[in-house]
């Protein structure tokens, strides 16, 4: 059986390949954190950068993403840095989950060179509001938007219930002038 997000496949990477911003609203458990970083991976043939807001998620995420795979967690595909621990090849691991707050930290100390090799970076939950994930995201739109070496990166925020107006808005500077985000809603329960 599909998950609902893989029933939207088409349509979703249709908005990331048109958009430098991809806005995607879902109902919790309709697949967006496990499958959505693999769509990804697979259609723009780069690294993901997957962001969790919390420890317990990120390492369940990219469990669930390494098992249904068939890859070993840690490996060359998939693999999570929490706090002091990671298990992954951070300058070679395909799809990493990080949480917020290694997310903001390498941007603290590595700048756009953190996110140079990456062609996608997810944004999962960003209606969880904390100064890890505030910070971390008007930090990615600030580099975004100056740093030449991020000027075909792609950016995906996902949510069950964020607030579509706002974030469009915020990450406006990153859009061709006068466009908005592309906006993807998963189910009938989801508005854009």
């Given at each position: ?76 595909v998939v693999g999570y840095h929490i706090g002091a621990a990671c298990l992954a090849f951070i300058n070679r691991t ?7 707050g290694i997310f903001l930290e390498q941007l603290k100390s ?83």
């Amino acid at each position: 059986m599909l998950l609902p997000v893989q029933q939207h496949a088409a349509r979703i990477l249709d908005q990331v390949d048109g958009n430098r911003v991809t806005i995607i609203i879902g109902a919790t458990g309709c697949g967006k954190s496990t499958q959505i970083p693999k769509m990804l991976r697979g259609h723009l043939k780069g690294r993901v950068l997957c962001v969790q807001p919390r420890r317990m998620a990120t390492v369940a995420v990219a469990s669930r993403v390494a098992e249904e795979l068939c890859e070993p967690l840690g490996g060359l595909v998939v693999g999570y840095h929490i706090g002091a621990a990671c298990l992954a090849f951070i300058n070679r691991t395909e799809i990493l989950f990080v949480t917020a707050g290694i997310f903001l930290e390498q941007l603290k100390s590595h700048g756009a060179a953190a996110l140079a090799s990456f062609a996608a970076v997810v944004i999962d939950e960003v209606h969880e509001r904390s100064c890890e994930n505030d910070l971390g995201l008007a930090c990615l739109v600030q580099l975004a938007s100056s740093a030449k070496e991020l000027r075909s990166l792609r950016i995906v925020l996902m949510s069950a219930t964020a607030a579509v107006p706002r974030y469009s808005e915020f990450m406006r500077p990153l859009c061709e002038q006068g466009q908005v985000p592309g906006q993807v809603a998963l189910g009938e329960s989801a508005v854009v």
